[in-house]
């Protein structure tokens, strides 16, 4: 499905108009990409669906010639004339793109007068006196530029956790099964189930540390070793992720592991801790005046302290530590635990598999049930239903379900939730599924309170059982649209709505950040995959570890729930619920 937005055409068009600036073509032509530009960005209307079927007629301003280029961008998501464009200049020339705050104007400027053609380039000219002396610069714009520099990089080296997961197992299994290996783990930001990681923290402990530090060096997905000694190594893999190894002794690892899974925030009030009962810690044992505690396990540290075991999502030093001195630490959610998950797509929209396809997949995954919730009509690049569709397939499910016991597809949709915050299908047809999600596909770009308002007026709908993805930010590559979590929080209470915990390792959405607050207003979060094919059931597990980070227990999500307690549910009226 192509991914294209207002904002993509526009930028499409702009960059065309820059290229064709570049190249020193006829004024006029380059005007032409720019007005257009300046059309689709300020239409009064849904140009994306518009372009995709090729009804931009009569639109002032975009003429034959853009309308067909829209058309192909719009309903392919590329465009071969660019591209082709795009191939007569060098390729790093288009990083300089990627920078916020650096316009079309400023890179021809660049790259004409200076010739500049990459970010190394662009960086080093900044830190001398060539750019601030260009006209339109100045040491303003120098700064800016420099401090978007850094923020690219910033985001260049982070991978998601569901990017990395996988292989991160994979080694991990490798070091596991090696004969001079105890113990082994992996600490740091993927042990805490961050959503975006900078690298891995592999710990062994073994009598032979070099050997194993060699090991590891040698590893056939090594693309670089930066260090390799005694102890530790750190490497960088062929798809740019550094990780770092860690060799320690068998009485030294829960303390390595303690430490090097962090987070420092914790850490540091974990030692403070240690501090006030004469103890200090640090990764290697605890050291002190008095009588020293023993310990074998991770566990024994924390007990040492007066406190009980932190689960390691929650060490972000947000409350954790207290919890577990008031020996008040919640009971999190488990994989196990779930019963059946909402948001499920076929290929009735973009999904790649059947309903039946889905369905044994989830029986696979010890699932009771299976919500499925195709696109609706408006998310029109998805394939989405319109109503006829959409009655089709709910008896479609009606069917299948005859089939089966102890099992059940669930009748829902996606439904997208428009401008307004009006919805796609009218209540009528609503009524007749057994739940719906209510998600943002497009206009991304209102202010905050006009994206606000546009939720809860969703929410306010008695069919709407949950939100998508609440925010739509897409990690490490869109950020979330403006609005006022709170206010969707507190909204979400008073109508009894539910919040998604989309468990799509692009998404993650709620963040984290907020559950706790939601499940102390009693908002339940149902976990779900947003699965486009069986293999994305996988996904649940990415999402029941974000619910953890989020302190969230089993009875805080909905789909922990078993199907006759879920069918008995979904048939209150939301007021009841
Ligand atoms: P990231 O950026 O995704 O790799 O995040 P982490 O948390 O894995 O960070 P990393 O790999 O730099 O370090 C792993 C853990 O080691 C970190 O969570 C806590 C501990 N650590 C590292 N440096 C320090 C430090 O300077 N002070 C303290 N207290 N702990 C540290
Ligand atoms: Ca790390
Ligand atoms: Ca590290
Ligand atoms: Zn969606």
Known sequence: MPDVTRESLVNTLEEIALLLELKGENPFKTRAYRNGAEVVQNFDGDIVERAARNDLKGIKGIGDALQQKLNELASTGKLEYFENLRAEFPPTLFELFELQGLGPKKIKALYDELGISSIPQLKEACQGAEIANLSGFGSKTVEKILSAIENRAKFADRFRLGEVAPLAETLLERLREHPKVSRSAIAGSYRRAKETLHDLDFLVATKEPAELTKFFSD?????????????????????GLQCDLRAVSNDHFPFALQYFTGSKEHNVALRSLALKKGLSLNEYDFTGEGEIPKVGEEIDIYEALGLDWIAPELRENRGEIEAACDANLPDLVKLTQLRGTFHNHTIASDGKNTLEEMATAAQDHGLQYLGIADHSKSSFQANGLNEKRLIQQIEEIRTINTKFENFALLAGSEVDILKDGSLDFHDDLLAELDYCVASIHNVFNLPEKEMTSRLIRAMENDYVTMLGHVTGRLLLKRDPYSVNMEKIIDCAAETKTIIELNCNPWRLDMDWRWWHRARDKNILTSINPDAHS?????????????????????????????LTEIQAWLKLPKSMR
């Open 219 to 239: 590893f056939p997905e090594v693309n670089e070793v930066i260090v390799q000694g005694d102890t530790k190594a750190s490497v960088r893999l062929d798809n």
């Open 534 to 562: 069986t293999g994305q059931l996988q996904f649940l597990a990415y999402g029941v570890r974000l619910a953890r980070k989020g302190w969230l227990r089993r009875k805080d999500v909905l789909n922990c729930q078993s």
